[in-house]
């Protein structure tokens, strides 16, 4: 069975080309992924590291999905629920997914592959027809997972992605097709998890490519960002839409991370975001004290806080200069689906 027949027997819902929306944490909650899984894609519920939630947004998700049922097989939640495993409290969540099901479980940045194994198995007793998916940034990450744990779905991430990921990294254009290959040698076709791409995709051109690089279906965070069913501030939106030349205006740091008093990423980690004062200061030498005063004199600015002038954090990939527009988030999906489509056409009738 190839990996698109898998995704459509485990997903019955979705429509082809897939677009996956990024469990982007206290961002995308029950309507942008009731949203994005009613227009034939995969929506995620941002658990991150605070679970304590997990159940309210969930129970939000199921009243949202009476009115306008989605198929489902064995009686899972259309949609998935992200966790950032080094902060999540697993004895919390688990009772969580054996109650509600959802379609899809996401890993990211756990502590060691002993602890991520440990939560895909409980998971998967709690939860047998939730699928695994795990996120990785490298060739040697996806290696160590897929021999590991056996995740379904591999998310390959490339460091163009907005938010948190590996410091050091490649693009997906390289990759993709290294993990893809190194993933083939290490398993055979019917036990090969099925990838997924993320970083840097905002648009039909950016995901139709990452097919041809291998994958079987692509995330977005930041287009969703700018979205009527995201949660996030104004100043954050208006922000999101105002960056343009991405490669130049966003930077990987961990500048926001001490700003805001964010502990627990390992220093293989840091975020993408939109360069502003708060990143400009630490890079000239401001302490991180005075750095985490001023940031916090700019929380009570409210959407004023946000800018290349003000110092509020603004998570985005490098393709941010190709988000112009706030849309429902179905309309978006149908957007890309329908552009890739249209593309990878073209394509062929060129050769």
């Given at each position: ?25 206290l961002?995308?909650?029950a ?26 947004y ?125 993933v ?8 090969r998890p ?10 039909a051109r ?6 041809l ?12 960002l ?19 030349d ?13 700003a805001?008093g ?26 991180d ?18 800018g ?13 200069g ?30």
């Open positions: 069975m190839d990996s698109i027949q898998r995704l459509r027997n485990d997903y019955p819902w979705i429509q082809t080309p897939l677009v996956v929306g990024a469990p982007m944490r961002i995308a909650l309507d942008l992924a009731v949203a994005i899984s009613k227009a034939g894609g995969i929506g995620f519920i941002g658990a991150g590291t605070d679970v304590s939630d997990l159940e309210t969930l129970e939000s998700a199921g009243m949202l999905l009476q009115d306008s049922p989605v198929p489902t097989t064995n009686g899972t939640i259309p949609l998935g629920v992200g966790f950032i495993n080094w902060g999540a409290d697993l004895s919390v969540a688990l009772p969580v997914i054996a109650r509600f099901k959802p379609a899809a479980i996401w890993f990211f940045a756990p502590s060691s592959v002993a602890t991520l194994k440990d939560w895909s198995e409980r998971c998967r007793r709690a939860s047998p027809h939730s699928r695994i998916w795990v996120q990785i940034g490298s060739v040697r990450e996806a290696r160590d997972v897929v021999w590991h744990v056996r995740p379904d779905v591999l998310v390959v991430q490339g460091t163009d992605a907005g938010g948190h990921g590996l410091a050091q990294g490649a693009g997906l254009i390289s990759l993709l097709p290294e993990v893809d290959d190194a083939s040698a290490l398993l055979p076709g019917a036990e099925v990838l997924i791409a993320a970083g840097g995709i905002v648009e950016g995901a139709a490519a990452s097919l690089l291998g994958a079987s279906g692509t995330v977005m965070g930041t287009r969703f700018a979205s009527h069913e995201a949660v996030l501030a104004k100043g954050y939106q208006d922000e999101v839409l105002r960056a343009s991405g490669g130049q205006t966003t930077v990987r740091t961990k500048a926001w991370d001490n805001r964010t502990k627990g990423w390992a220093e293989t980690h840091n975020g993408r975001g939109i360069v502003n004062r708060t990143y400009t200061d630490a890079v000239g030498g401001m302490a004290e005075e750095n985490k005063r001023l940031y916090e004199e700019d929380v009570k600015k409210g959407d004023q806080g946000w290349a002038d003000a110092r509020l954090c603004t998570y985005a990939g490098s393709a941010v190709l988000v112009k527009e706030v849309k429902g988030a179905g309309e978006i999906v149908r957007e890309v689906r329908e552009g890739m489509k249209g593309l990878v056409k073209g394509t062929r009738a060129r050769f």
